[in-house]
DNA sequence: CTGATACATTGACAGATATCAATATGACGA
DNA sequence: TCGTCATATTGATATCTGTCAATGTATCAG
């Protein structure tokens, strides 16, 4: 299911390379490393991000209100956070589900110098 | 001699608020934190990071080769991880010596849910 | 003082991106 | 089937940003 891939992060359940502490990150993989920080990197995209974090599951209904954007920014940025793997999406009738991908979050502590 | 500041994470020194898994950010700490990772979120920029941080001091002048980068570029980047208290410069003679700022690291490990 | 070196600043420009209006897709209820 | 609701996609636009050439500033050697 998970294609064959050799990135620094992988897939949220791989963990992650040698945190910066210890080795400078290659051109590769701080192309990608830094994309899943430019996903947090904005400040009504980080806000959509901690609002799910916050809870277990939240639909994509209740975003616009908190982050008073328009109904096409929010689904923008929800799929910036889910192409980064923080975020997954899970649809129930009409009704879109977003909850945090606890092991990417853990990745990119980890990175940072993470116990 | 730290300015009084209500910043979430204030000065390198202070401890920051509640990690995103605790309560959603306000949008001053939301943009204050953006504003970090997105000093993070570029990838030359985090491989110059990442330079520093694997080493105790790096000089301005042994960057630009591994970074392919022009002067003027390099002393940009230098001065954003430095505006977002990443990373610390030292002037001596003519060289400027850079080194992480490691209380930053942990705040912002800390917000994405750090024990 | 003079020239050279290391870094910072300025100005310009191309590419990225956050935003919204309009429209499309898909699911549910009547 | 029809209309409504929730979300996704498209297109346009204003703003942000990474980059370099040119220039400014500070330091050291002679």
Do not use: N, Y
Not at 70 to 86: C, E, F, Y
Request: proline share 7%.
């Amino acid at each position: 299911m998970t294609p064959p891939s050799t990135s620094v992060l992988g897939s949220p359940e791989s963990l992650c390379c040698a945190p910066l502490t210890d080795a400078a990150f290659s051109e590769r993989d701080a192309e990608e490393i830094a994309g899943i920080l430019g996903a947090l990197s904005d400040p009504v995209r980080l806000r959509l991000f901690s609002i799910v974090a916050s809870q277990d599951e939240v639909c994509s209904c209740h975003l616009e209100g908190p982050l008073a954007r328009s109904q096409p920014t929010i689904s923008h940025h929800t799929k910036v956070l889910a192409d980064a793997g923080l975020i997954h999406g899970e649809k129930r009738g009409r009704w879109m589900w977003w909850s945090v991908v606890p092991e990417r979050v853990a990745q990119v502590r980890q990175l940072l110098g993470g116990t």
